[in-house]
Each structure stands twice: as structure tokens, then as C-alpha cells.
């Protein structure tokens, strides 16, 4: 099946333009409260051990996925706010892709203690230097600067 | 089964309520996004004619030879006989009331103290039902009903650009439709 | 095909906001439906993730970021939508899964995170309309659903009291409902009548309310089911069908595409008379008009008939045909696709006499849940029996 006229005529109007402007508040849940919550007045992390199969789950969750049992308070627990870097990229234009006055290098960082990892801004003067496996720590925003969101984790460093 | 009929599920309700003086009092952390995506949407050959021929003072439709059926808004293929349609036809800038409200709340939710009219027109000339939605205007709210006979309101021609907002309401067709 | 049993349910609290995120919410509901059916994660074959649009809950591909607080990480898994249809199509898409012997066991999760949408969940809704024809006229949807509520009172002459006894019926049903957002067992007519207008002839209390919450659903085969309980519920008939996306070349009066879907249903159900075999039903009540409208749509009455028997007392839980006796959307709250838990976990908990204060005395035996969505075009129907 085709149609029977096809638009032709290059001056004639073909698009109409817009957007779906709406704005978002998420709100952290519930272990994700008590993870923002508490590095507002805390320098670690928080992380959570499920009963059944011990995993360490960082972030800190509710349940666990695989067994699928409630994590109850006392498998809460304080680890550092260090790790190893997992996997690393080196952007040098942003998520509009529009390029970056200097690169930026963004890494996976396997958080210490725990089976699990965080998403990070990576500083370093030698961006071009292998990072894979290498231990960082958090640098975080001025205590009374924290806002509870990811954003108080500035970036992390080599220790 | 005797014994759960007293019980009655769901057994308990899981879940935290939050009040909105919660989130303003920043009780629980939250994070704060506003989505900046722009869309160029291609109208396709039936909507970029229907709206260049608003610019025009005209309303056009698309007819199906299958079903006899007059299209407003005009689309290249008529969906019940799922086969392209076969000509335009320009249709009258009258039509009828099929249905309206009178909306006192605007599309951000807005409360609103005078209220937009708004409805759907069949258009004359266009198969029964077969029309768009419109504001109505140069009425009062209490006129307005369903199968009112109503003419387009246009724009000057030099203000239209190609819209559906190029005719800016519908208002009463008084005295034999001229 | 094979018969297809339900044997656990759960929801979560209905609430305008609540601080779960939508993978716990889902965790939640999940977990008190495998403790009703008394099933592990490892007894899963499949999941089926119901879920309206992204723009509610603000994330994009949220089938994929609800997954693990669905019990589904490492299973087969899919998400299905049709906006307020979903809440009944997901049990359908379970039913599928099930029937064709794909799975023995199959879990439906059904999820909304409508507070997280700013200013307002309308907001989200004002993207759903035509982009060239529609949108230009800076549209709200509840503009849409006054349009179609106008048509149907003028063409059958229906009183606004008679829409407004809907509105009071199911806010005081859902008294006896844990979950509830908006119980009132003192609510009256008046109090509808007496609201704000927000877009003629849609009052305030004539809307059920924007919510979060989350339901679950386990379906699992007749034969294996008995393992799990006694005296299973059946799936009986399932019927799904969707108009023409041109609104405003239909008739917006009667709902034919819930007619063809029920149809569907019934046929494989084998139900000739709708109005004598079936004893109660759920169908979609966002606003008060749109159950009228439903009842007529599944076939239980006649056009224009449906205010008629509300007026005489016929759908009261204790009536002759209860309809909505989980106190529905506008009592209960609508998570639009966790509305699963008043449309198909209600006829579940009915129809094993577990609904506690809600309880129909009648000893129902055949139920009937019924949503419907999109650009008013949508029609999901289950047909359930003891």
C-alpha cells in the first residue's frame, strides 16, 4: 500500500516542533533515605547484608533481589567511602555533546566491604594514566553544605 | 475458607505516606530533575495540508471512495478499510456542537476564574461526527450546547501561521448560516 | 490452551505520595502475594511487569528499572502497557503466559509512581494528546473526559445526582479496604454536587485521585495450583480491544471497544447472558460517569440503563449486581496500572470469600474486572470464576 500524493512541495510545512516539559521529585525511598540521611552527618557509607545469601548490597537496598527476603535493620552497617575502580571512561564531550573545556574522567568504583558500586567523578592530574583497579576515596561536600542527593560526593581521588 | 472469611485481605497495607509539608520541609531527601528534550515531529503529508490550508481560511478533508466517508481531521489512509484515501475536498468553516465543557481548570492545572469553552465540532460538509476540538467564544457558558450550530472565528490572514490556532474559536451561527 | 488459576494476591497502601520507590513498592506488593500463595522467588517460571506511561514515575525504560523489586532479576520477563488499561491487560498478558504452557507459575506486578511528577500528574497527561491538533489548544485531560461525560448525560438525559450516587457508593465501599485513599462513610450526594467544578460537568469528587502504590498478582496452572490451594480461582475469559486513536470522530457516548472486548471474554467463557450469569463486577471507575458507562460497555445493562439501576440500589455491595464492591478507583486511589488490585485482585478475593468487611454476602461465583485507557479507546476485560 502506498499513498495516493506524496508531499512534494519543500516549502510546505513537514514538522512541528515542541517538548514534554514536565519536572521531576524523586524521592530517595526508603533505604535511600537512610543512605543520604546518614552521609549528610556521616564521612562513610552505609550498606546493607542480606540474611539469606550474605551479599553485600551497595547502594543499600530493602531486599534482596535474588532471595527476595526483607533486609531487617540489623544487616545495616557503616563501610568507608573508598573502593577500587571497576571501569573508567575518559569523556571528552557532555551528555549534549557539546565538548568538554578539559576531560573528564568517570569511573565504576567497586565500594570496599560490599558487592556492590557507585558512579563517580574521577580527579586525577594524569587522566591518561591506567586506573583500572586502582583505590580511591570519596571527597565529599562541607557537612553543612550536604543536601542528602548523590551530588555530595564532589568526586572521588586516589588515596 | 469458612474461617478466612472474617480475616479479609489485602491483610496489611505496606507503604509510607508522605505529606507534601514533608517534601517542603525537606523531612525526606528527594532529588530535583527537570528534563530539557526537544521534539521536531513530522506532520505527515495529511496534517501539513490541513494546517497550510487553515493559513488559508479553508478546512480541508481527505475522502475514502471505499466507505464514502468525508475525513476531518484528513488522514492519507482511512483506518477502518485500511486503504489509502483517494481525494481532498474542501469543506465549510460551520459545523455542530458534539460536545463541550466548560473548564474552570487550564492545561498546567491551573484554577481559572473565567472558563475556556472548549469542544468537539462536527464539521458541515464532513461525514456525521467528524470534526475537531475548538474553544468556543463570543457566547455565554450557559448558551453553549450540544448541537448548536457554530462558525469559525479566524485570525487576520497575516497573523495565521499554519495551526490549528489559526481559527481562534468557534462562536453562534445566527440567521441561515451566511 | 491450559486452565489458568490464581492463587496469591497483595497491594500496597494508596496513597498521593508515598516514600517507597517504585522498585520497593513492587517489592512490597510481590512479597505479600507470594506469602498468600505460599511461593518463593525460586517457584517463578515468569514475570509480567504492568506499568502506564514513564512520564509519571519520570524514568525511562521503567520496566527495566522495576525489575529487581519484581522478583524478576535473571527470569524471563516483559512489561506491558496501554495507559489505563494496563491494570487489567497485565493479568491478561500473565494469563497468556500460563494458557499457552509457556510457564506453570507466572507473576504480574503491576506499579505507579504518580507523585514524582511535578507540577502535577496532569502534566505528564498533557503529552499523551496530538501534538499538531490537540496540544496547540494548551489541553487538560480532564477536559477530555468532561467532553465524553457531557455526550453521554445528553444523550441518554441522565441527572448529574444520578453520576453523583456513583461517586458516593464506591467512596463509602472503600471503608472496609486497608489500602484506601479516600474512604468517607459519611459522604452524600450533595457533597459530590456541592464540589468545585473543575471543567464542567466534572466536579472535584466526580475524580478518583492520583496515587502511588503497587499490586500483585500470582497466576499459575489449574493443575498445579491445587498443589498451592484448595478450591483455585479460574481465569475464565480474558478480552482485550482498542478504537480508532481519532477521538473526535467517534461517538464518545458508548464504549463499543469494552463491548467487543467483554464479548471476546464472554464467548471464551462461555457466558450467553452476561446480566444473568454474572453475579458482581469491577468495572474501571476513574470517574464516576465512566462506571455507568462500563456497565454498559460489559453488557450488563442497556444504554443508558446503568444510572437507572445505581438510582434504585441494584449495585450496592448487598444489591442484586454489586458493582465495585472494592470501593474502586475513587475511593481506593488510582496508581492507574496498580489499579489491578481493586479490578482483578478484588474479583480474586471476592470470589474466595477473603474480603473481609467487604465481603458480597451473596456468595458470588463469577466476577468480571474490566479497565480501559489511551485516548479513551481501550478496553481490558477478565472474567474470573470460583
Known sequence: MTFLEKQTDPTSPMHWRGNMQADYLYLSGVAGDKFFKHLMKNDTFLATKCPECNKVFFPPRLYCEDCFCEIPEEKWFEVPSKGSIKLFTIATIDSYGKKLKEPKVIGLINIDQTDGSLLGVIKTDKPDEELQGVHVEAVLKPKDKREGTLKDILYFKKK | ?178 | MRKVAVIGAGMTLFRRILQETGKELSFLATKMAMEDAGIEKKDLDMVIMGSAPDAFDGIHLKGENLLDGAAAANKPYVRVFNGGGTGVFAPIAGWWHVASGVADVALVVCEEKMGSCFPHPQTAFRHIWDPFLDRPLNTNLVWLFAMEMNRYMTVHNIKKEDIARVAVKNKRNAVGHPCAQLPDENITIDDVLNSEVVAWPVQRLDISPPSDGASALILCSEEKAKKYVEDPITIAGVGWNIDSTMWTNRDLYFPRYVANAAKMAYKMAGIDNPRKEIDFAEPYDPFDYKELQHMEGLLLCDKGEAPILTREGVTQRDGNLPICPSGGLLGVGNPIAATMGQKVCELYWQLAGKAGKRQIPTDPQIGVGQAWGDIMQMGTVIVMKR
Open chain 2, 1 to 178: 475458607m469458612m474461617s478466612m472469611k472474617k480475616e479479609g485481605y489485602p491483610k496489611y497495607a505496606p507503604g509510607t505516606h508522605v505529606s507534601r509539608k514533608d517534601i517542603r520541609n525537606k523531612n525526606k531527601t528527594y532529588t530535583w530533575w527537570e528534563p530539557e528534550v526537544q521534539y521536531s515531529w513530522a506532520m505527515g503529508p495529511a496534517i501539513s495540508r490541513f494546517l497550510q490550508e487553515l493559513k488559508n481560511g479553508k478546512i480541508i478533508a481527505r475522502c475514502c471512495n471505499k466507505c464514502d466517508r468525508v475525513i476531518v481531521p484528513p488522514r492519507m489512509f482511512c483506518e477502518y478499510c485500511y486503504k489509502p484515501t483517494d481525494k481532498w475536498l474542501y469543506i465549510k468553516d460551520t459545523g455542530t456542537v458534539e460536545t463541550f465543557s466548560i473548564a474552570y481548570l487550564d492545561g498546567d492545572a491551573r484554577r481559572i476564574k473565567d472558563p475556556i469553552l472548549i469542544g468537539v465540532i462536527s464539521i458541515d460538509g464532513a461525514s456525521p461526527q467528524h470534526g475537531f476540538m475548538h474553544y468556543f467564544g463570543e457566547m455565554k457558558p450557559e448558551e453553549l450546547h450540544i448541537g448548536m450550530k457554530v462558525k469559525a472565528v479566524w485570525k487576520p490572514e497575516k497573523e495565521r501561521t499554519g495551526a490549528i490556532t489559526d481559527i481562534k474559536y468557534f462562536k453562534p451561527l445566527k440567521g441561515g448560516g451566511k
